[in-house]
């Protein structure tokens, strides 16, 4: 069982740039599609980005952060990476990471995903 853990959160004022994070542990991510989810007070969880390996990566965003933030990975460390740019104040959020074994076709809903992270809190000030 996959265990995952984010960091890289914090307090960043508008404009600026943060990169979270997340590690796993307990085996390989390799045949995982991973995802970045997030979550602001008194709003439902919402998705992010995600990306998976089929011979190619395979990349989804959603549309209010594209062309701002970047999710990458790397196999060899068991990362999966969130690059974010031009913050706003409205991704503040407590951010997760998920993971879903052998999802080829990228999902945009939390259901499918079956490890969690705990979050890391990205606050962005105006």
């Known amino acids: 069982q996959v265990q995952l853990v984010e960091s890289g959160g914090g307090l960043v004022q508008a404009g600026g740039s943060l990169r979270l994070s997340c590690a796993a542990s307990?085996?390989?991510?390799?045949?995982?599609?991973l995802a970045w989810f997030r979550q602001a007070p008194g709003k439902e969880r919402e998705f992010v980005a995600a990306?998976?390996?089929?011979?190619?990566?395979?990349?989804d965003y959603a549309e209010s952060v594209k062309g701002r933030f970047t999710i990458s990975r790397d196999n060899a460390k068991n990362t999966v990476y969130l690059q974010m740019n031009s913050l706003k104040p409205e991704d503040t959020a407590l951010y997760y990471c998920?993971?879903?074994?052998?999802?080829?076709?990228?999902?945009?809903?939390?259901?499918?995903?079956?490890?969690w992270g705990q979050g890391t809190q990205v606050t962005v000030s105006s």
């Open positions: 998920a993971a879903k074994k052998f999802m080829l076709t990228l999902r945009r809903t939390q259901d499918y995903y079956d490890y």
């Open positions: 307990g085996g390989t991510l390799s045949p995982y599609a």
């Open positions: 990306i998976n390996w089929s011979g190619t990566f395979n990349i």
